[in-house]
């Protein structure tokens, strides 16, 4: 016994339960006294849209968030858990006479500060876990004590990359195109002719290597962007 509280003969061994979450830059470790039930969710969501023939099938499935539901207990009789480990810091429950208490409210803060948890269990390892949502049950039997299920989730964290789109200049007198078939057969589709102001003239004649009518050209002898014949702006 130690200061009264009973200690459980495997008291000293590692614990299959625990969250771990940084604090300061260091790890603190929270255990639980005990962990009635863990239930574990991880599944794949599989779009069921139709898929093309000889296609990457893994683009129409994504990973959902690990799911991990734990009904723990916490005993006022029982003393706390300390590791024999001097690198595993564990949180003392001790904002309050009632360590069931003092582990509820402990809980609690970790919820509201929304704090990412690395939670360890006998099956697996999840890290970025959040607590969603703590459901104490208070009856005659846990006057000193705490039933409590508490619902974890994962947040999905990804890295993000940019890529820069360039503009690749075609010359479609090198391949014996009009501008608007070069176009065509860059995109596999038909142009849309679009209006193009005389300010841009220059833009697009350096573009595709050819002259175009501005607004005191006069004549056919231009050719415009989209193949026809030059015409006066100005009329």
Known sequence: MAQGKYIPGNWWKPQLFFMTAQVNGSPVYFFFDAVVRA?????MIITRHPVQDATNIADHAYRSPARLV????MSDAVAQYMPLSS??????????????????????????????????????????MIIQSLRPV???ETLYALNCTMILEEILVAQI???????????????????????????GAKAIPLAVPPSQYTQYDNLWGNQFVDENSVGP?????YGGSGYNMSN
Do not use: C, W
């Open 39 to 43: 239930e574990h969710s991880q599944e």
């Open 70 to 73: 734990l009904e723990i207990a």
């Open 87 to 128: 690198s595993q810091m564990s949180a003392p429950y001790t904002s309050d006479i009632s360590k069931s208490k003092s582990a509820y409210r402990t809980f609690l803060d970790l919820e509201k500060q929304r704090a990412a948890l690395q939670v360890t269990t006998r099956l697996n390892t999840y890290n970025n």
């Open 138 to 140: 208070e009856e005659q």
């Open 161 to 187: 990359g940019t890529t820069t789109n360039m503009l690749i200049p075609l010359n479609p007198t090198q391949k014996g195109l009009q501008p608007t078939e070069a176009v065509s057969s860059a995109i």
């Open 221 to 225: 002898s231009s050719t415009n962007l």
